[in-house]
Nanobody
Framework: VQLQASGGGLVQAGGSLRLSCAASGRTFSSYAMGWFRQAPGKEREFVAAISWSGGRTDYADSVKGRFTISRDNVKNTVYLQMNSLKPEDTAVYYC??????????????WGQGTLVTVSS
């Protein structure tokens, strides 16, 4: 599966952005999907994940209550709605796909990143 992330940009603290990750292929609905991010000088970290059906979501503590992951298996797209953004959310955001049916997910497919910059 090939993944294409989009939707990044510059936003003020307290603002919102929605990231999208479009997947190619007819088996998108069989993959669990995740979002990760990497800030300058830091390691990549987990942000959120959603099961193949959308019935289970998981979040990093740092984004819980502010970010929402969702998916549209007709449009082959996974979304990350980011609200109440903080400067520390500034990072390159990546989407990833896993063929695992239950967590922990091992992600074999990665998209290119999309940059999110939150100004204070």
């Amino acid at each position: 599966v090939q993944l294409q992330a989009s939707g990044g940009g510059l936003v003020q603290a307290g603002g919102s952005l929605r990231l999208s990750c479009a997947a190619s292929g007819r088996t998108f609905s069989s993959y669990a999907m995740g979002w990760f991010r990497q800030a300058p000088g830091k390691e990549r970290e987990f942000v959120a994940a959603i099961s193949w059906s959308g019935g289970r979501t998981d979040y990093a503590d740092s984004v819980k209550g502010r970010f929402t992951i969702s998916r549209d298996n007709v449009k082959n797209t996974v979304y990350l709605q980011m609200n109440s953004l903080k400067p520390e959310d500034t990072a390159v955001y990546y989407c990833a796909a896993s063929s695992d049916r239950v967590p922990p997910y091992e992600y074999a497919y990665w998209g290119q990143g999309t940059l999110v910059t939150v100004s204070s």
